[in-house]
């Protein structure tokens, strides 16, 4: 069983539009991340909710909506997307610790704006 | 940001130790160091943490300077598949940020 999913594992999509990634972990983790990996390949965190609750709310474009309906689910949906949100987008769980236990990542979303 | 310093690439050869440094001057008490790497493309994938004492697991060993500082990562016997970029993070309260990591390149 893979312990963080995300799906779709690709998607292209034209300008304008509004798409949603989904990410499941069946780890019984209470924390869940967003982190977006550009060209230059730098992995920078989005967001992190804990127990549903949001957390940390980088600079992100008010575009960017995180949606957690239960602590095994962080989705993330964008709306009017444009060329600059291609990146691989990248979800991670975690228990709300005292830094003492590590983080998991799923495979990555390849997100193409055309 | 993130707060460390690594440095941006290193090579090591095929089953010879790899030893990749981390400067985290400002790293504070409760703060632990955290190795992730990232191979080609994947998600990152955990490797080891500690907060003051040297740490040794299947994978790796991490000594950690006792002004905490900085840290090694060490590899104790690289194979061409531990090729990847290597991030050391300093964390605490579930505030993991990276920075650019050191490409490890394991070479035959």
């Known amino acids: 069983d893979t312990a963080v999913s995300q799906t779709p594992k690709y998607l292209v999509t034209q300008m304008g539009n509004d798409k949603s990634i989904k990410c499941e972990q069946n780890?019984?983790?209470?924390?869940m991340y967003w982190y977006k990996q550009d060209s230059k390949k730098f992995l920078k965190i989005m967001f992190s909710?804990?127990?549903?609750?949001?957390?940390i709310n980088e600079t992100v474009p008010n575009r960017f909506s995180p949606k957690s309906p239960d602590k095994a689910h962080l989705n993330l949906h964008i709306n009017s997307l444009e060329l600059g949100d291609s990146a691989v987008y990248f979800c991670?769980?975690?228990?709300?610790?005292?830094?003492?236990?590590?983080?998991?990542f799923g495979q990555g979303t390849r997100l193409t704006v055309v | 940001d993130a707060k460390t310093t690594q440095p941006p690439s290193m090579d090591c050869a095929e089953g010879r130790a790899a030893n990749l440094p981390c400067n985290h001057s400002?790293?504070?008490?409760?703060?632990?160091v955290y190795w992730y790497r990232q191979i080609h493309s994947q998600g990152p994938q955990y490797i080891i943490h500690?907060?003051?004492n040297n740490e040794t697991n299947e994978m790796a060993s991490l000594i950690i300077t006792e002004d905490r500082k900085s840290s090694t990562l060490i590899l104790p016997h690289a194979t061409l598949r531990d090729t990847a970029v290597y991030y050391c993070?300093?964390?605490?309260?579930?505030?993991?940020?990276f920075g650019a990591g050191t490409r490890l390149t394991v070479k035959p």
């Open positions: 991670a769980s975690s228990f709300f610790r005292d830094s003492n236990t590590e983080a998991f």
């Open positions: 780890l019984g983790h209470d924390t």
């Open positions: 909710y804990n127990n549903k609750e949001l957390i």
């Open positions: 400002t790293i504070s008490g409760n703060e632990y």
């Open positions: 500690g907060l003051k």
């Open positions: 993070i300093v964390d605490n309260n579930n505030d993991m940020r």
